[in-house]
């Protein structure tokens, strides 16, 4: 309590006590004239005595009200300075304050720290997604591609080797044509090293590229290939189709060559509404399809890049009938105009 609330209570007990004091001699007045108390034939002295007997106990008890009332004024608590008041509310939200902002920058350092956690497992994961993509990627154009390269040139200079004495003209010959095709599979090597395959095939049309392929596969082998593209089919094939199609017909006429023994091998490229349909068929021993799954990764490799083409393919093959594969895909250049 600070001192002016003190001092107006104070001020108050004394007034009062003061209107207190006239009403108690209101008080004593009335009594003396009170004849039932005060009769009239009482003498003076003792009526006088009496009156100043009552002032005194009036007084005694006013004195011990006005005692009562600066005594209880007194020990009422003193009131803190509004500067002190002021300073320690000051003093609580500062510190509030403080601890607000401590746990903030805490918690926005847990959440940093979070974060980049999340981000570098998020990377760690593409990474190991990537290494394995890449992986099977190799693989699959080592097996469709080089592989299938130096196993025709292999029967190449194995059929030099056998002409070598009846007909050493045409050997020569089929040995030339084996080192040329012995550095062209080294030069799709280093391309396929330096990432530069792609490239490669897009600076050629789609037909020779799928004529080049024939040819190395053909080589030294008395296959004819029927190979017919429709221009505007061949048109719509899109350069980011153009390996995983060519490799498609890579496997394909590789397995009818070398495994098949196929005399004649068709090619056909024709449209399709707003689709694209590839056929490679050929008349060799054909297969029997529950055997053909469980080996090889030949057909596993179709499947998997005809997806990649978000297209549909069918392998039918029947034995001592030949095989018959069937492509379907999404042709993204544009459809020819009636």
Request: charged residues 20%.
């Amino acid at each position: 309590m600070n001192t002016i609330t003190r001092f107006s209570i104070i001020v108050g007990l004394l007034f009062v006590l003061g209107a207190a004091a006239l009403l108690l001699q209101f008080y004593v007045a009335l009594t003396m004239h009170n004849e039932s108390l005060f009769p009239a034939s009482l003498p003076a002295e003792i009526r006088l005595r009496e009156l100043w007997h009552r002032e005194q106990i009036a007084v005694l008890a006013l004195t011990l009200l006005a005692l009562a009332g600066i005594t209880i004024a007194a020990l009422l608590p003193r009131a803190q300075p509004r500067s002190a008041t002021d300073q320690t509310a000051r003093q609580g939200i500062e510190l509030l304050a403080r601890a607000a902002a401590t746990q903030s920058e805490a918690l926005t350092r847990e959440r940093d720290v979070r974060l980049r956690t999340e981000e570098n497992l998020a990377m760690e994961q593409l990474r190991a997604g990537q290494a394995v993509a890449d992986k099977v990627r190799l693989g699959r154009d080592l097996h469709d591609g080089l592989i299938q390269s130096l196993y025709a040139t292999g029967l190449t200079l194995a059929l030099a080797r056998q002409k070598m004495a009846s007909e050493p003209a045409h050997a020569a010959a089929l040995l030339d044509h084996g080192v040329e095709m012995l550095n062209t599979t080294l030069r799709e090597l280093r391309a396929a090293i330096d990432d530069l395959s792609a490239a490669r095939q897009q600076e050629q049309s789609f037909a020779a590229a799928v004529h080049g392929v024939t040819e190395l596969l053909g080589s030294g082998r008395e296959a004819r290939f029927d190979t017919q593209l429709d221009a505007t089919a061949t048109a719509r094939v899109s350069m980011a189709q153009l390996p995983d199609l060519l490799q498609i017909i890579r496997e394909a006429v590789s397995n009818a060559l070398r495994h098949g023994a196929a005399r004649t091998v068709t090619l056909r490229l024709h449209e399709d509404g707003d689709r694209l349909a590839l056929l490679v068929q050929d008349d060799g021993k054909g297969f029997d399809p529950a055997k053909i799954a469980a080996t090889g990764h030949g057909l596993a490799n179709l499947r998997a890049r005809a997806a990649l083409l978000r297209g549909e393919l069918r392998v039918t093959g029947v034995p001592g009938t030949g095989t018959r594969v069937v492509l379907t895909f999404p042709a993204p250049g544009p459809a020819a105009s009636a």
